[in-house]
């Protein structure tokens, strides 16, 4: 009887474990780093090339004139913010994206860079693009991507 009291009360604790919302591959989860203002939710198929720098409300709207979205386009400030997207993906049974984006003012340049943690055996692969906002970038700097698996 003690045995079977023993068993039930370790499965309880197993099965109670289990269903927290805990990351069981200790992975870092999604976060922001440095100049980016806010990342941007864009449901988009935009294609080629894989690095962006919209600097402009036609740009902007242009781009994706011609692609499908998914939900309405946000309405941004250009005169105080531009855009930065990065396409890149990840495999694994969990993916966490950390994005950074770094201002260098004695070279004047802007390094984009997506970080991605990922973990287990899992084979979807995903492939997404990452769309940041940051201050509006001054004229004649230049701009970085960098794309990194964990």
Not at 4 to 22: D, M, Q, R, W, Y
Not at 31 to 43: H, M, Q
Not at 109 to 130: A, D, L, N, Q
């Amino acid at each position: 009887m003690k045995t079977i009291a023993f068993f039930s009360s370790l499965l309880l604790v197993c099965l109670f474990n289990s269903c927290k919302e805990t990351d069981l591959c200790q992975l870092k989860q999604d976060e922001t780093y440095g100049s980016i203002e806010e990342v941007l939710d864009l449901d988009c198929a935009v294609g080629e090339p894989n690095n962006l720098v919209i600097r402009s409300e036609e740009a902007f709207q242009s781009l994706f004139n011609t692609t499908p979205c998914n939900g309405e386009l946000p309405t941004i400030d250009f005169s105080q913010y531009s855009i930065l997207g990065q396409f890149g993906g990840a495999t694994g049974c969990e993916r966490f994206y950390s994005r950074s984006v770094q201002v260098k003012e004695n070279t004047q340049e802007y390094i984009f860079t997506v970080t991605v943690s990922e973990c287990g055996g899992c084979e979807p692969f995903e492939m997404r693009w990452h769309w940041v906002l940051v201050p509006v970038i001054p004229e004649g700097y230049s701009v970085s991507f960098v794309f990194e698996t964990l």
